[in-house]
T-cell receptor, first 114, second 115 residues
Framework: DAGVIQSPRHEVTEMGQEVTLRCKPI?????LFWYRQTMMRGLELLIY????????DSGMPEDRFSAKMPNASFSTLKIQPSEPRDSAVYFCASSLGNRGNEQFFGPGTRLTVL | DAKTTQPTSMDCAEGRAANLPCNHS???????VYWYRQIHSQGPQYIIHGLKNNETNEMASLIITEDRKSSTLILPHATLRDTAVYYC????????????????FGKGTKLSVKP
């Protein structure tokens, strides 16, 4: 298995632009997670899906952030409009069963908002 | 907030055992201890988890004290590739709803394995 796939690996954009990050979980996994990592705040959970349904989005920082999971093999995290403080590494992870099980992380997307 | 306390950094000689401590004095009876690590520029990687018994897998051993207030992750023969930030996380085994059982990452311990 290729593991969790994220694209793009790097994204540089200007303030105010829309940014879409993509994630393909491991085939067969039914839980998907989006995390954000910064030097200041460390690694934070943004949102968690189970069977394509958002279960906990309490970590989503504000309305500029939205996440979707239209099917079991694809998820997006969108930021509109983007701001410089959104610059971070965004990780997607997936797991089999509920989130108590081992989470497999993707390589991350490094986002820079100028 | 993370429920654990870990040293900020540790060094270990290549080939020696690396013993990474973690304090979790407020752990409750249904909470597990998880360890993940993050090698530079990569996503976190699961290592091991346990409830109260010691656990061992191909990567590491987890020793949990009898009162469950602290634990130690042991890498028996550290290699240069084990250089990473190691996160000790306490979490309940979650239901599907709500935030119970989310992985909450603290600062971790930066382990440097030296030749």
């Amino acid at each position: 298995d290729a593991g969790v796939i994220q694209s793009p690996r790097h994204e540089v954009t200007e303030m105010g632009q829309e940014v879409t990050l993509r994630c393909k979980p491991i085939s067969g996994h039914n839980s998907l997670f989006w995390y954000r990592q910064t030097m200041m705040r460390g690694l934070e959970l943004l949102i968690y899906f189970n069977n394509n349904v958002p279960i906990d989005d309490s970590g989503m920082p504000e309305d500029r952030f939205s996440a979707k999971m239209p099917n079991a093999s694809f998820s997006t995290l969108k930021i509109q409009p983007s701001e410089p403080r959104d610059s971070a590494v965004y990780f997607c992870a997936s797991s089999l069963g509920n989130r108590g099980n081992e989470q497999f992380f993707g390589p991350g997307t490094r986002l820079t908002v100028l | 907030d993370a429920k654990t306390t870990q040293p900020t950094s540790m060094d270990c000689a290549e080939g020696r055992a690396a013993n990474l401590p973690c304090n979790h004095s407020t752990i409750s009876g249904n909470e597990y201890v998880y360890w993940y690590r993050q090698i530079h520029s990569q996503g976190p990687q699961y290592i091991i988890h346990g409830l109260k018994n010691n656990e061992t897998n191909e990567m590491a051993s987890l020793i949990i004290t009898e009162d469950r207030k602290s634990s130690t992750l042991i890498l028996p023969h550290a290699t240069l590739r084990d250089t990473a930030v190691y996160y000790c996380i306490v979490r309940g085994f979650p239901n599907y709803g709500g935030s119970q059982g989310n992985l909450i990452f603290g600062k971790g311990t930066k382990l440097s394995v030296k030749p």
